[in-house]
C-alpha cells in the first residue's frame, strides 16, 4: 500500500525540503520506492538540495497539464535505488496545481507502485501548501525551537486535521513532529525552547530531533541529502528519524549537551 | 560559554520560559478563536467580539479577557465562557 506523506511546517526557512530530501532519500535506501516531490512551483529547490538541478527536462506542472508523461519528468537518482525526483516548475505560479492534476499524478505513482511519496510543501498556507497536504496520509511538522514556527506548525496542524482529503472523509492525517536546528547548550542555557516544551504546546508525537549542525549546509552546498553524511550528527538523527518512522523503537540522541573537556570549557 | 560570558550572564536569562508561557496563551487563545481547524464553530470569535462589547457597557475590560471554548460531550455540546474581571471592578 502506498502512503503519501506531507513535510510542511507553515513557516519558510525551517528545514522542509532539507528535510524531504533526507526522509526520501532514507527510505529509499531502506528498499522502499520512494518518490519525492516538489510542491513549490516558482521557487523550486528541491532539485538543488537532491544536487539534480542539471537534470531537469521536465517538471509537475508539465505532467499536469499533460505536456510530459510522469516517467519523462521523474529524475532517477544515481546514488540510492529506487529513488526518484519530481522538480516543480520554475516558470508558472501555484495555480497551475489544481486539485485534478495533483490526485492524478499521485494515483499514478500509487499504481506504478510507489511505498511513498512525500510531498514537500512550500512555506505558507497558500495553493500550493494546501495541495501538497491534501492527499496526505501522514504528516511530518518541521518546527524549529523558536515561538513564530511553533506557532505557525500548530496553525498548519489545524489546517490538516480540517481541510485535508482524510480530514474530510471522517479521518485523521497521522501527524509526526520532526525539531530541526536545535541546539542542546542553547535549551540548558536557558534560551531555547526544549523539545518537551515543543512537545507540550503541539501535543503530537515526537519523530525525531535533528541537531544544529555544520554539515546540513555542507549538504546543501554539494547537492548531496546529509542523511547520505553519515558521519554528521543531522545525518544520524534523520537515521533515526526514518528508523522510528518505520515502527522502530529508537532512543533520541544528540538532545543533551556533550561533556566538554576543561579547556574547552575555559575558552569556549 | 567561554571564560567571558561568566561576566555577561545577567538579565536575560531563561527567555525560553518566556517563550513557552506566550506560547502557551497564545496558542489557547487561536484554539478558542478557532483558527486551529474544527475546534469551533465559525461564529465563536463574532460571538466572543460581542460579548466583550455588552461587558464593556458596564465594566471595562481588556481584549483578552473574554474566552469562548465549545466543549464537545457525547450528548451535548456545552458552551464555556470565562470573563475575566478587572481588579478595580470586584
Known sequence: MSKVIVVTSGKGGVGKTTSSAAIATGLASKGLKTAVIDFDVGLRNLDLIMGVERRVVYDFVNVINGEATLKQAMIKDKRVDNLFILPASQTRDKDALTEDGVESVINELKADGFDYIVCDSPAGIEKGAFMALYFADEAIVVTNPEVSSVRDSDRILGILQSRSKVAEEGGSVKEHLLVTRYSPERVEGGDMLSVEDIVEILSIPLLGVIPESGSVLQASNSGSPVILDEASTAGMAYSDAIDRFLGEDVPHRFMNVEKKGFFKKLFG | ?90
Open chain 2, 1 to 90: 560559554m567561554g571564560l567571558f560570558d561568566l561576566f555577561r550572564q545577567d538579565r536575560k536569562k531563561n527567555t525560553a520560559k518566556a517563550a513557552k508561557e506566550r506560547l502557551q496563551i497564545l496558542i489557547a487563545h487561536e484554539h478558542a478563536g478557532g483558527s486551529r481547524g474544527n475546534t469551533g464553530p465559525d461564529y465563536l470569535p463574532k460571538l466572543r467580539e460581542e460579548i466583550i462589547a455588552v461587558i464593556r457597557k458596564y465594566v471595562e475590560v481588556d481584549d483578552d479577557a473574554v474566552n469562548v471554548q465549545i466543549e464537545k460531550g457525547d450528548d451535548l455540546d456545552m458552551l464555556e465562557l470565562n470573563i475575566t474581571l478587572p481588579d478595580a471592578a470586584k
